[in-house]
């Protein structure tokens, strides 16, 4: 039986795949908006079902076909993908940390998702890890404007702009504001001192999240994902900032990984919700 998934997560585009029963991807496709891209992805493959992932606050998406069986946040679909076929796979009490474009948690508790009294409990964007009171944290929340793509790229563009020499800028064709986060991923790659520090800094910040995560709801398994999880540069330093602000005890009982589910997780959840629904 095969389902259709939706990950409505980023608002300029949406990503849609088929998958069977077992998690296998048979079709994928990424449109303008939600039915171009359902449109796309079972043209070659059906769907008997589908499951929608998208933020709180866009407007429900009407599917003639197929039924749409569940409708849930990203980061509800991210953790049941993580749970059923990635990383946390099995476990019981899981969170998934999506840090891109958007910074959000899904919280998988006994067993199932838990997305709080008003779909807002994954709203991880607002995590307060600095008593620095800035303007761009009152308008994208503490954690994101740290750690999302746009806030990674703004950090080593400010650092630039306060002297320092950076291989990134001339790699942007020497505008600050056509900087972005993978360049400083693969400046950091490539040796460069700045990016190196931004990297560094960005771990810190992921690992603190992960630790005040981990205290709240003592998962088993703390799943890192999204465009920024660059687990070569970062998945090391992240679990030591975590161990930093954890107890010994916590830590023996707490995995802290990286997603191997690359860009495909929201939309595999979404798609699992449907078929869970279903059964």
Not at 24 to 43: M, N, P, S
Not at 50 to 74: E, F, K
Request: charged share 20%; hydrophobic share 50%.
């Amino acid at each position: 039986m095969n389902s259709l998934g939706l990950d409505l997560s980023d608002r300029r585009r949406a990503r849609a795949l088929v998958i069977d029963a077992d998690g296998l991807v048979l079709a994928r496709a990424i449109g303008d908006d939600a039915l171009d891209a359902a449109q796309h992805a079972t043209a070659s493959q059906a769907a008997v079902m589908a499951g929608i992932a998208s933020p709180i606050d866009l407007p429900a998406v009407a599917l003639t076909a197929p039924n749409v069986a569940a409708r849930c946040t990203p980061g509800s679909a991210a953790v049941v993908a993580e749970q059923w076929i990635g990383s946390a796979k099995g476990a019981q009490h899981a969170v998934c940390l999506h840090v891109g474009d958007e910074v959000f948690a899904g919280l998988f508790l006994a067993g199932r998702p838990w997305e709080g009294a008003h779909n807002r409990g994954g709203a991880a964007a607002w995590l307060a890890l600095n008593p620095v009171e800035r303007q761009d944290y009152r308008k994208l929340g503490s954690l994101a404007a740290e750690v999302s793509a746009k806030g990674i790229a703004r950090r080593l563009s400010w650092r630039i702009q306060a002297g320092d020499r950076s291989r990134v800028l001339d790699a942007a064709g020497g505008s600050l504001e056509a900087i972005t986060g993978e360049l400083v991923f693969e400046g950091a790659r490539g040796g460069d001192g700045v990016a190196i520090s931004v990297v560094r800094d960005t771990a810190k910040y992921i690992g603190m999240a992960v630790a005040t995560l981990a205290a709240t709801i003592d998962p088993d398994v703390v799943v890192v994902s999204g465009s920024v999880a660059a687990a070569d540069l970062m998945l090391e330093p992240v679990r030591q900032e975590c161990a930093r602000r954890l107890p010994p005890d916590a830590m023996q009982e707490l995995r802290v990984e990286f997603s191997s589910l690359g860009p495909d997780a929201i939309a595999i959840g979404a798609a699992r919700l449907a078929l869970t629904a279903s059964a």
